[in-house]
């Protein structure tokens, strides 16, 4: 299976003073990946909303830069 990407821009709202990307945030930017990609997978069959989301693990890495990546996986 191939990755799923997504470009989501950092909204002013999801930083603090020191422009750090809220931890809670990362979820939702997550959510808005796993969304998008059943969507692309199911199609419109309707069943993109039957599944039960088991685990979600975020790990902090500093990458140096402003561009974060997130990954998550789904089974």
């Known amino acids: 299976m191939a990755p799923h990407e997504k470009q989501i821009e950092i909204r002013w709202r999801d930083v603090d003073a020191y422009l750090h990307v809220n931890n809670a945030v990362y979820a939702t930017y997550l959510e808005e990946g796993r969304d ?8 419109d069959s309707g069943s993109a909303w039957d599944y039960v989301l ?22």
């Open 54 to 75: 088991a685990r979600v693990a975020i790990s902090a890495a500093s990458l140096g830069s402003r561009t974060r990546q997130l990954s998550s996986c789904a089974a």
């Open 36 to 43: 998008e990609w059943l969507e692309r997978t199911l199609g």
